[in-house]
């Protein structure tokens, strides 16, 4: 039996959630896989996995098998790497995590040029709504934190600032009034983030913008209304915004094409809701694959790599 060959299909079927799935992606017949796996828990004398018919499900012995699988995977896949990887063209998969919006909003548009300049590359992304901490699954993680990020297992990069900024159509800022100060949204219709820790203020604190103009005002924190509509989901806001429904808050890496081609006005610019930190990290690894690190590097140059907010300098 070759034992690394039987980790690298033990790894995969945990990861594709099936024998089918996983021999569709190492291109091998199921019942190739089926007996790795067999050949593989008789050479340890433990049970790795619980099979139904439905599903599969990792056993306490599988867990921590698992684990230290998954690092093995890592250490010969760099191994690999760093044979010839800073002469050869990047190719292969990198496996990216990022925050569902800003994937949509930012993300999306700049990976037709990453394509042209590493055609070799393959983009593996996963989206999630939140993304809270660097994820050892994934080669790549992009996280987005109300703080800037303190140490870890792991190497990061700032890519940028993002405020979190009060916004509304044209439309709706016609029928009702254009406030000038955060106390002036009373009596507005308000979509604002949901809170799930039940916080019911809103604090609105000087923005990078009044700043760096020398006019600072004041914090103000004000008791919130009742809401139209409140949601963790900011493309829903975004979308309710558009269709005239009320006064948001969003992040500007959001905002931005819509401020852009006037569908949505900057409310209150002298004020923002948060600020948020953007970042691009990897676990932490002596020698970083080639392929990854031209990502890593993309990423970081596409967005500016700096402590500003690239998306509220581009509008009007």
């Known amino acids: 039996m070759d034992q690394l060959r039987a980790m690298r299909?033990?790894?995969?079927?945990v990861e594709a959630g099936s024998f089918v799935r996983a021999a569709e992606r190492l291109d091998i017949a199921p019942a190739v896989a089926t007996r790795q796996i067999a050949e593989l828990e008789s050479a340890l004398g433990a049970?790795?996995?619980n099979r139904t018919t439905r599903r599969i499900a990792l056993t306490q012995a599988g867990e921590r098998y698992l684990e230290r699988v998954q690092r093995i995977l890592a250490d010969v896949e760099e191994a690999a790497a760093t044979v010839g990887s800073d002469t050869a063209d990047p190719r292969g998969v990198v496996r990216l995590l990022a925050p569902a919006a800003f994937a949509a909003h930012q993300l999306a548009r700049r990976l037709p040029e990453l394509r042209r300049r590493y055609p070799e590359l393959l983009i593996?992304?996963?989206?999630?709504?939140?993304?809270?901490?660097?994820?050892?699954?994934?080669?790549?993680?992009?996280?987005m934190l109300p703080e800037p990020l303190t140490g870890g297992n792991f190497v990061a990069r700032l890519l940028a600032h993002s405020e979190m900024i009060v916004c509304a159509s044209p439309a709706y800022l016609d029928r009702h009034t254009r406030p000038t100060h955060p106390e002036?949204?009373?009596?507005?219709e308000w979509l604002l983030p949901f809170s799930p820790d039940g916080r019911r203020q809103s604090t609105f604190e000087p923005s990078a913008q009044a700043v760096a103009a020398g006019r600072v005002p004041k914090p103000v924190t004000l008791e919130q209304p009742p809401m139209s509509l409140a949601t963790a989901h900011w493309d829903t806001l975004h979308g309710a915004a558009l269709a005239d429904m009320g006064i948001t808050a969003l992040p500007s890496f959001v905002a931005d094409g819509s401020l852009r081609d006037g569908r949505l006005e900057h409310v209150l610019p002298q004020w923002r809701v948060l600020a948020m930190q953007l970042y691009a990290a990897v676990p932490t690894r002596r020698h970083l694959p080639a392929r990854t690190r031209v990502v890593f590097d993309y990423l970081v140059a596409a967005f500016g790599g700096v402590a500003r907010d690239p998306w509220l300098r581009a509008t009007p």
């Open 47 to 49: 049970r790795l996995l």
């Open 184 to 188: 002036q949204l009373t009596g507005h």
């Open 124 to 143: 593996e992304l996963t989206v999630q709504n939140a993304v809270h901490g660097v994820d050892d699954g994934h080669d790549i993680t992009l996280l």
């Open 9 to 13: 299909v033990f790894a995969t079927v």
